[in-house]
């Protein structure tokens, strides 16, 4: 929805981008277009064609915006996060929780179903994602295959916890969870 700030100010590709996802989101791949989003972000399609050339451009950078915001960044923050392995790896859980950052994932997941370069990406950000975390369950010190088994099991809840569509009511109570799954995990 546009806000008063929205109209007063040009929108560059990331106002694109975010409504783009939200909308993927909250009502699917056909919905993103450029007329109701044009509309939902209180500007004209001349906004979106200055950075897109096309629906199909936009997508392929869509896809490009929820890897790095959902992927690429994550990693980085938690590249920061002082101590060993295990307090990044709690970092990590953390973070997704506290920016929610995986409910995006099961609708670029829907989208990937029926979508060639969609489902590439979905498999790339998967491979990535689970490289990472298995990595971090290796220098704890766990074998390949307990390190494998771990980072599955973790990588799979975050993923599902959205994509079933089961959440705990309070950002608190989701927390705690992940210090629970966190520790049942890193037990040797």
């Known amino acids: 929805m546009a806000t008063a700030s929205t109209a007063l100010r040009r929108l560059d590709r990331y106002d694109w981008l975010v409504q783009g996802i939200e909308t993927l ?12 989003m044009a509309r939902l972000l209180g500007v ?42 295990r307090k990044q ?9 506290n920016l929610e950052i995986n409910r995006y994932d099961a609708a670029v997941r ?27 369950f290796l220098d704890m010190g766990f074998s390949d295959e307990q390190a494998d088994i771990r980072s599955r099991m973790s990588y799979h809840y975050v993923v599902g916890e959205y994509t079933a569509f089961v ?13 629970l ?5 890193t037990e040797c």
Do not use: C, N
């Not at 790896?89 to 929780?97: D, G, K, Q, R």
């Not at 799954?181 to 995990?185: A, H, M, Q, S």
């Open 89 to 97: 790896l709690l970092a990590l859980l953390e973070h997704i929780v």
């Open 44 to 85: 004209t399609k001349g906004s979106f064609y200055w950075h897109f050339k096309d629906r199909g451009e936009f997508l392929d950078r869509l896809l490009e915006y929820w890897e790095t915001e959902m992927t690429d960044k994550i990693a980085a923050h938690v590249a920061h996060a002082e101590g060993q392995p």
């Open 110 to 136: 829907a989208w990937a179903l029926y979508d060639e370069r969609a489902a590439r990406v979905v498999e790339r950000v998967d491979e990535r994602r689970l490289a990472y975390i298995d990595q971090l």
């Open 181 to 185: 799954r966190y520790e049942l995990l």
């Open 167 to 179: 959440k705990e009511p309070t950002r608190a109570e989701r927390l705690a969870h992940v210090r």
């Open 25 to 36: 989101r909250s009502s699917g791949i056909d919905a993103v277009r450029v007329e109701p």
